[in-house]
């Protein structure tokens, strides 16, 4: 028996998460938290508790309380704001006999910022998409047209994103940003994304890796999806694994441009579509039991071939049930 600690349960990879463990091999407690009391990812928790935003002050103590009140054996985040604070206050959990199923925290440094990210693609000899942080709105227009993509360097889940059709559009945003931007060239289209999930050995290799050819919804999650298995898409992944060594769950998201898979982001977590991986036979929580409490590499799973879509469904509570 394991107890494992899944914060964010009341968001897409949180809940997530807890489903995927409830389907995993291994007889788990979960102990779900979110800042939300009525959590929907409650009802699927064995335990619940509600939890403190990552940014306050009081974020490790509380967390430390819950994984000593609960005898934690390992703590899985849902939400990417939990990563950074924990990474942050990393040494004040050392004291504690967890796991934390964390990734490389160099990974994470440069991940977080989409710019380091493609300074670090560049610095490896690999093709990126034309992108810039400075110069007059007429130099980057010649050199990547219009409309062209304005992004937050630090931002997930496509949030942020604008596309800029004119130097009002431009100027408007850069005051927004506060100059915490970049401009990149718009390539592929909606109908050529891809998201590659690989767990991570830290030694340059992963374990297994599953790609989606998928299509987002407003929220910047996967809305529909279908399972790929393209070797130039395999080839360019383990590349990209060999050069960033990262550790455990990680998600490499790409577009599909003038015959190249060309990297739009990293990110060194568990993604939001861990449920849809996990309905095709591949199970991030299951792998983090494996490497992070039994210290082993995570078995081969069997890949079902298929797509998904993804619809609201509702939780109701009635009255009559508090009776």
């Known amino acids: 028996m394991y107890n494992i600690l899944v914060t964010g349960v009341g968001a897409i990879i949180g809940y997530g998460i807890v489903h995927s463990l409830r389907q995993s091999q291994y007889n788990v407690t979960i102990i779900g938290t979110d800042i939300y009391e009525d959590a929907v990812g409650k009802e699927w928790c064995d335990f619940f508790e509600q939890g403190k935003i990552a940014s306050s002050l009081d974020?490790?103590?509380?967390?430390?309380?819950?994984?000593?009140?609960?005898?934690?054996?390992?703590v899985i985040p849902g939400i990417e704001q939990d990563i950074d604070r924990i990474t942050k206050e990393y040494e004040?959990?050392?004291?504690?006999?967890?796991?934390?199923?964390?990734?490389?925290?160099?990974?994470?440094?440069?991940?977080?910022?989409?710019?380091?990210t493609h300074l670090a693609l560049i610095k490896n000899k690999l093709n990126v998409i034309p992108t810039f942080i400075e110069g007059s709105y007429i130099e980057i227009e010649k050199k990547l047209g219009i409309p062209m993509l304005l992004k937050p360097r630090k931002s997930y889940a496509s949030k942020g994103i604008y596309k800029i059709q004119n130097i009002e559009d431009y100027n408007y945003w850069k005051f927004?940003?506060?100059?915490?931007?970049?401009?990149?060239?718009?390539?592929?289209?909606?109908?050529?994304?891809?998201?590659?999930?690989?767990?991570?050995?830290?030694?340059?290799?992963?374990?297994?890796?599953?790609?989606?050819?998928?299509?987002?919804g407003p929220d910047g999650a996967t809305a529909k999806a279908k399972v790929?298995?393209?070797?130039?898409?395999?080839?360019?992944?383990d590349k990209l694994v060999s050069i960033f060594k990262p550790v455990g769950p990680t998600n490499f998201q790409f577009r599909?441009?003038?015959?190249?898979?060309?990297?739009?982001?990293?990110?060194?977590?568990?993604?939001?579509s861990t449920s849809?991986?996990?309905?095709?036979?591949?199970?991030?929580?299951?792998?983090?039991?494996?490497?992070?409490?039994?210290?082993?590499?995570?078995?081969?799973?069997?890949?079902?071939?298929?797509?998904?879509?993804?619809?609201?469904?509702?939780?109701?509570?009635?009255?009559s049930d508090n009776i």
Not at 228 to 237: A, E, F, G, K, Y
């Open 228 to 237: 790929v298995d393209i070797v130039q898409l395999n080839n360019t992944v």
């Open 276 to 319: 849809i991986r996990n309905s095709f036979g591949y199970n991030e929580a299951e792998m983090c039991i494996d490497f992070y409490l039994k210290n082993k590499t995570p078995k081969i799973y069997e890949i079902k071939n298929g797509s998904a879509i993804r619809y609201v469904k509702e939780k109701i509570y009635y009255d």
């Open 176 to 216: 927004k940003l506060c100059n915490e931007f970049m401009v990149q060239k718009i390539v592929g289209d909606i109908d050529s994304e891809y998201t590659v999930a690989a767990f991570g050995l830290g030694d340059g290799t992963s374990s297994q890796k599953i790609s989606l050819k998928r299509k987002l």
């Open 256 to 272: 599909y441009h003038e015959g190249e898979f060309l990297l739009l982001e990293i990110n060194p977590r568990i993604s939001s």
């Open 92 to 116: 004040y959990f050392t004291k504690l006999n967890v796991k934390f199923a964390i990734n490389d925290m160099q990974l994470i440094d440069i991940a977080n910022d989409k710019w380091l």
């Open 59 to 74: 974020y490790p103590q509380f967390l430390t309380d819950l994984i000593v009140k609960y005898d934690i054996d390992l």
